[in-house]
């Protein structure tokens, strides 16, 4: 099959909140009947599902293992082979479960393959000479392993996956970095080491032999009250040239380029350590189509400085704007992207790190992106004056 005689292809987020149900599984059968009729609607299947991410609220690491049990079987009851799947650990704005599922709409038969080895499984898209992989990859028993051990762990599967498809971490356009309790310490010897920097550090530690010549991946580092470390992915090889562009920020320096100012002690690792974080602010994939924008986990940092006397309101603010700015026709044309068509956002997750300042958070956001899919998630934020992240996609 060519390009030219295959349909567009679209990835389409769709977001499902429980009308009904006590138990968890009750409610995400809810959101699941909500799918259906949504895909029915819209004219495509559940075959195209391609990844979901279930939010949910629990109290405890052995809670979430049980609860994460529990939510897997129910899925499986739903889906033929289960795609990519994420249950991830922060409390939904409202209620104790939400349901985000990412679609390819425009699939041919054949095109998409359920694959798996000892350990994980992982879906490939292939038309033409474009290839995509999408996995979901975690850390071991939480209760007997550490930060460092839960990084290496979810970092190894990914290796392997990706070692399985003939691609590598360079190939990565997309990552989410779910870290539990992100900003916390762990102390030994009167020496501390914080969740972010180890992941920070294993990351750059895993990445040091890959050739990045497109950019680093688009990438989310946000906490999960619970969990361990989840990593969810979307690689790419496509051999269009010129079809994926590093984007970078006109207000914010590149995260990778960071000084030794804004990273914080990780005791932990003799070879790496106090490494910056590896991504670019947004990641772009041509298709023959379209341009899918992946835009970053974003906040309110100007440079590589957070301002920590801003409101949750205020940090909106900049963060959105941090975000028009990145996706302004103006940049984008600074990256060889001349369409003349403003970036439109598809979807948006915002991660709130105090509940009571959810309304205004929303507020603000729904005035910027009204009628856009949109998920509000409890999270903390990787920095401890930070109050409010925002990712999304977008299409030009």
Same mark, same amino acid.
């Given at each position: ?20 149900? #006590? ?10 009947? $909500? ?5 029915? *609607?819209? +004219? !495509? /299947? ?100 550490? #930060? ?10 990914? $290796? ?5 498809? *003939?691609? +590598? !971490? /360079? ?122 924008? !992946? ?102």
């Amino acid at each position: 099959m060519t390009n030219s005689t295959a349909p567009d292809l679209l990835l389409k987020n769709l977001c499902f909140f429980p009308t009904t149900g #006590i138990t968890l599984c009750e409610q995400l059968t809810d959101c699941y009947r $909500q799918f259906t009729e949504s895909i029915v *609607n819209n +004219g !495509f /299947s559940i075959r195209c599902v391609i990844k979901q991410t279930i939010f949910i609220s629990v109290a405890g690491n052995t809670e979430y293992a049980q609860i994460k049990q529990e939510v897997l079987a129910c899925a499986k009851t739903y889906f033929d082979e289960l795609p990519p799947t994420s249950i991830v650990a922060q409390s939904p704005e409202s209620g104790t479960i939400v349901l985000e599922v990412v679609c390819l709409a425009g699939l041919q038969s054949g095109e998409l393959s359920h694959r798996k080895n000892e350990t994980a499984s992982w879906l490939v898209f292939e038309r033409g000479n474009m290839k995509m992989l999408i996995a979901s990859c975690s850390g071991e028993v939480m209760e007997q392993a550490n #930060i460092l051990q839960q990084s290496t762990s979810a970092f190894e599967q990914l $290796q392997h996956i990706l070692a399985e498809e *003939n691609m +590598g !971490f /360079s190939d990565v356009m997309r990552q989410w970095n779910y870290i539990e309790k992100i900003i916390a310490t762990d102390h030994n010897s009167n020496l501390t080491s914080q969740h972010y920097q180890v992941f920070n550090d294993v990351r750059s530690k895993y990445y040091q032999h890959a050739n990045f010549g497109n950019g680093f991946p688009a990438a989310t580092g946000i906490g999960m009250d619970y969990g361990g470390i989840v990593i969810d992915i979307i690689a790419v090889q496509n051999g269009n040239k010129g079809s994926v562009v590093a984007v970078k920020s006109p207000l914010q320096l590149d995260a990778y380029n960071y000084s030794q100012a804004v990273l914080a002690e990780n005791n932990t690792m003799s070879d790496f350590c106090q490494t910056t974080p590896k991504f670019e602010r947004a990641k772009i994939l041509g298709t023959p189509a379209n341009k899918w924008v !992946f835009i970053s986990g974003t906040a309110a940092i100007k440079g590589q400085v957070s301002i920590p006397e801003l409101t949750a309101e205020s940090q909106t603010e900049m963060t959105v704007q941090n975000i028009l700015n990145l996706i302004s026709i103006d940049n984008l044309k600074k990256h060889g992207i001349n369409s003349g068509e403003k970036a439109r956002m598809s979807n948006l997750r915002i991660y709130v790190k105090n509940r009571t300042d959810m309304p205004q958070v929303k507020a603000i956001c729904d005035n910027y992106f009204p009628q856009i899919p949109a998920i509000y998630i409890v999270a903390d934020i990787c920095r401890p004056e930070l109050l409010v992240e925002i990712e999304g996609q977008a299409i030009i």
